[in-house]
């Protein structure tokens, strides 16, 4: 394992030079601010008659078309949709790249599964903050940052992995701690833990759990409160002790029936059916299935969309929030 800290790095080596952030939304915003409050020479570029354009302006920034920022620049690092990016290096970043330039990103989905080939005369590097924007630029205001992922797939000029660290440095990520991956290891990761664990995983438990108390008869907001509310305090202890410092600060009835019982909710069945998702990702089956799915228009995403927002649990909560002042 390999851990970069601010030490290891050093901002001069992009002193002359010009990062062009592609995209100003939850990454983009808070990267490039970062960046450009660290003294860097950062332009957004990004279209003229979308929502951030304004932003980005108001924000202070240097904006300019997606085009002209990805030719004013030496590092293009490309912070909009993963599902879009392919179609916009296409039409606007492509040609305006020059031999020695850095095309850079926060994730390895495009260039892992091929959807941008970049000419061989350049670097292609990662700086992959982990944690969403909002929290890249609280965390960086308030003097640190959160740890991130640096990898470099083309290393043209002999010192991509420097310059991939220090936009890393410029947006707070080296005070955490920077760790080196590969563009194969970060994208097949990011999506297994999307998937399986922190967005699909964790809310199927959340849902089954508050829909097997309900369904037994059990107040809703009771039932919120204990698989939903909860979760994020016990998420925290995780967070800042480990499983055993959570388990040490909950009941000793917590302890014993949640480890006595653990196993019958996450079985081998649920194991196996993981090792398959994971498959289907290693061999590019729901990368396939996603570009289909983005091309017809996100006809699947907008049905599942729906469906979401119709559960009782998100009429609870949303309610439950508001009364406990948790949310406006
Ligand atoms: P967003 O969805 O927040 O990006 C939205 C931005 O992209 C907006 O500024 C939007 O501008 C711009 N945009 C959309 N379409 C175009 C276009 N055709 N031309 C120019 N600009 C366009 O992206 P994220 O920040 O979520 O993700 C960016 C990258 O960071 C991805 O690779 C993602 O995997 C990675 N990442 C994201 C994390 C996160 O927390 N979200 C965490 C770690 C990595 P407009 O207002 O004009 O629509
Ligand atoms: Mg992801
Ligand atoms: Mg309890």
């Given at each position: 394992m390999k851990m970069y800290y601010e030490?290891?790095?050093?901002?001069?080596?992009?002193?002359?030079k010009t990062v062009a952030v592609i995209g100003y939304g939850s990454q983009g915003m808070a990267q490039s601010r970062n960046m450009h409050e660290s003294g860097l020479n950062v332009v957004v570029g990004l279209?003229?008659?979308?929502?951030?354009w304004k932003k980005a302006k108001n924000d202070g920034l240097n904006v300019m078309t997606v085009e002209d920022a990805a030719k004013a620049a030496d590092v293009i690092h490309i912070l909009i949709p993963d599902e879009i990016q392919g179609e916009v290096y296409k039409k606007s970043i492509r040609d305006n790249l020059e031999e020695g330039n850095t095309l850079s990103f926060s994730h390895g989905y495009n260039i892992h599964f091929g959807y941008i080939n970049a000419p061989e005369n350049v670097n292609i590097t990662m700086i992959a903050p982990k944690g969403p924007g909002a929290m890249v630029r609280k965390t960086y205001e308030e003097g640190f940052g959160v740890p991130g992922l640096v990898a470099v797939e083309r290393d043209y000029t002999g010192n991509a992995l420097q310059i991939a660290l220090a936009m890393g440095q410029g947006s707070g990520l080296t005070r955490a701690g920077v760790l080196e991956t590969t563009f194969k290891e970060e994208t097949e990761t990011d999506l297994f833990g999307e998937q399986a664990v922190l967005c699909g995983g964790a809310t199927e438990l959340i849902a089954a759990g508050f829909q097997t108390l309900v369904d037994a008869g059990y107040q809703p907001e009771i039932a919120y409160f204990e698989t939903c509310h909860e979760l994020k305090l016990i998420v925290d202890l995780i967070y800042a002790k480990g499983f055993a410092g959570m388990w040490n600060d909950v009941s000793n009835t917590a302890e014993y029936g949640g480890l006595a019982t653990r196993k019958r909710i996450i079985t081998d069945e649920t194991r196996a059916e993981m090792k398959k998702i994971l498959e289907e990702i290693q061999t590019g089956e729901f990368t396939r299935e996603w570009a289909t799915e983005t091309n017809a228009g996100s006809p699947m995403l907008k049905r599942l969309r729906t469906i979401e927002s119709e559960l009782q649990i998100e009429k609870v909560g949303a309610k439950l929030r508001k009364l406990c002042g948790l949310q406006k």
């Open positions: 030490k290891d790095v050093d901002l001069n080596i992009l002193k002359d279209r003229e008659d979308g929502a951030s």
